[in-house]
């Protein structure tokens, strides 16, 4: 598509208390304006949506029950049932065939056996079986099989909802017939998005193959391989004012998901939108959230799913998104196959929730401090652009730590290999900045070339790749179990089948092409997977007839489509195994399923240069950081297309506060020729150069807080960009507020995604006080808020009684050792924080080589505040850290500062840093600052004259300017 942002005008204002009035209206025009409310990608649906006849339910009652060590087993009749007791808030729910094993998919880490199973109790009745723990009660309904979880009051947390059958597996139609009749293209935009995909993957040269080499499936018409699968479900009561997150990644402006059909089928959707059914990942997991606290659902299902939320009586926004099939008072969840099995977690806060279904899926991995930095990327940067530009990016004293080869640096599309241009520029990029990163895009699609130049020294050499891959039957097969070949970036390529953990050791062991070269994370791509073939049914992917794995283990494609991005990461993480056994791993994955997060970042895909992605993008990421998700990020200015000055400037103030921060953009080959060829903060002009530097500076002084907060988002897997009900799930006003966000735990921020806004409302949750980050100026929560927001400026609130570690600034990290600790205080009453620090980069820390910090900060009704630091863990001996520099919010110097008998010396404000045992008032900073040496063990005492809280203390009703 091109996009000239003529549109822009259309955008109506954001209100203050939901996202969009009407989004339909804002794309008048443009090329997206006829999708249909169903998935569109390209030319056809993709995927036969599995769907129940709700007048065919199953009715199934208990006819018998048996205690188990760690449950009940059920006599179901047809069926037998399962329920598992993980902890005393984690259940599993398991239905299947007599002497079928119970389901347990590559997305848990931590299986039933890995628990230890807590106390519980069985009573029965004719009409009942109710088993209690500790936390919670799981009651069986018999006469008609359901379930019901009630908390340890007997509250209701969940129940089945059982006017229509019970939960069990629906007769899936006849789908045979269907699924070889062409689907026809129904809009312009169809046509116009499959012409651009297109020219945008099609390989650009063919290689001399044999002639076997040349037959592939593009134009194969595949029935449904399982037309009579019975299909598992679940039917779940609703409360009126039920709420619901997570769901993955899911393409909605909205962030409570109610009223919505979320479906889960890994999709290659360039330039997607909320009329998208299904993108890049499947996580099937959400935490309903009711008066009664907060529960999970995970549908362990890696088939495609569909969730069905309760309807809602009064839509907002866009009303063609709210497409659910389901009731106001019930929701259902529904696979394409396999096993019916889900688990559900009591919180009752939000968090609780996200603790165990981690510690079920496992967390993300602590990462190396780099990849937490700023990327610059796009696709088919030049080899002197790749130089080029981190040098610019110095010259202008912007932060950067990365740069990413997408897929231009490698020989013709030919993966593990490099182009002899691209191999000189890594080479003069590493000797000329050796800091910078490098990170290197990877494929699937392994081209059938059995010779190649692989190094870039002009000669040919055998292929290994595709030679080892076919003398070992690495490959996936089609239905008549012959290697699959179809055209992706190669004109004929083959895909591993990553099922195999043979095929996954053996990929990992292709990476030393690429350590030995230099880069230093890997960005793994296409693993959808994506293929280009114009399949009227499986359209840009795999037919589902496909087969993986050997033996026992072998499967059809439709049931391991969605693990295939699962697997890929996990080969890719074994080669740092192998290669960089020291080095934290960087992996950036665009697919996954539940429980990837504990083996790549991801990002959320080719979104597109307009405001309405910039939208969605925040509830997007909060959705899922809801979903395990933690270390997420997006294209920071969009991917497709180039976006208006404005809308670059204010998607890098946003930008530099979610967890995975890159640049990142689209050829400039599909570029209108007005349009700028890139899209580096000097393509917009100096404005927005200052403002990418006053906000990746903000970011990079702020890394010490964000690295924490990745520290214990890898302990308990909680989000890092958070939506405001995770923190404050009992203030109703904060349930559907998707255009905010915490950056961890203590900092609020409002950005700007309104086209020519000047101003915005912004909404501080009850139950806390805030403090403009800006101006110190101090706001009652619970109250909307209209502030000024001049281009330059992001709204930034910090809750009181808060800790924000903080540093100076460096063009990258590392560059300096973390000498001095900032620790900005923001007081009431009292303030902790509990600081961690490692070395950054090497696995060290898994043996304990790190050190944890408590600090805390009291203030007293008469003007007294204490400062201690204890520390807790003393592990890592190549710290640096040798002071502190307390600055408190306060309005005043104090009268005296000291430390058992050692009395601070007052100095100017610009030598405090200096001046151990110091302190100052700092007009600039409206600020006290205390340099305390790392190593004082006593109570450092401030003595005021009087409370000196800060500026106005005020309650924020009418109109802050909000400007620094």
Known sequence: MSDKNTHDSDFLPVGRRTLLKSTAALLAGSALTSAPASAHHYDSKIHYEPQVDEDNLMQLSVEGHEVLDDGVKLDLGTHEGYIRLFSDNLVRVAIMEPGEEEYESRGIENGLSEWDTPSFSVDSSPDKIAIETDTVTVEINTELFGVRFLDEEGTVINEDYLDKGSSGYAPSPDRAEESTNPTPQTNATQQTNSTLQESAYRSTSVSDLDADTADTQEDVQTADPTPNEPLPYVYKKADEDEAFYGFGEQPELTLNQRGKKLENWNTDQYGYFYTSDYVYASVPFFVGLKNAGAYGMFFDNPNHTVFHTPQVQDPEGVEETYDTDAGEDYYYFVGDGGQLTYYIAYGPEIGDVLDSYTSLTGTINLPPKWAIGFHQSKWEYSPEELVEIPHRYRQEEIPLDAMHFDIGYMNNYRVFSIQDSHRDALQTLSEELPEVKTVAVNDPGVAVDKEIDVDGDGELEPYDPYLEGTANDYWTKDANGETFKARVWPDVAVWPDFSRSEVRSWWAEQHDVLFDAGFDGIKNDMGEPAVFQKNTRYDWTMPVDNIHGTGNDTMLHEEYHNMYGFDYARASRESYDLYKPDDRPFLLNRNLYAGGQRYAAIWTGDCVSIWPHLQMQIPMMMNMGISGLAFCGH??????????????????ELGAFIPFFRNHTDTHRKQDPDLPRNQHPWTFGEEAVDITKKYTELRYKLLPYLYNEFQESSENGKPIFQPLVFQFQDDDEVRGIADQFLFGDDVLVAPVVEEGATERDVYLPDGETWVDFWTNDVYDG??????????????????????????????YTGEKPLTTLQLNTYLDEEASYSFYEDDGATNDFEDGEYNVTNFTITGTGGGVVTFESEMEVENYDDSQLSSYLLRLDRSQAPRKVQAGPTKYEAVDADMVEETANSFAYS???????????ADEERKVTLFFNGRGNGQSNGHGYGRGTGQQ
């Open 782 to 811: 619970g109250q909307w808020m209209t502030v000024d927001v001049p281009i330059d400026h992001l709204p930034i609130y910090v809750r009181k009684d808060s800790i924000i570690p903080m540093r100076e600034v460096q063009q």
């Open 923 to 933: 007009d600039d900073e409206d600020a006290v600052l205390v340099h305390i040496p």
């Open 635 to 652: 294209d920071v200015g969009g991917f497709v297309g180039r976006p208006s000055p404005e809308l670059f400037k204010r998607w890098i």
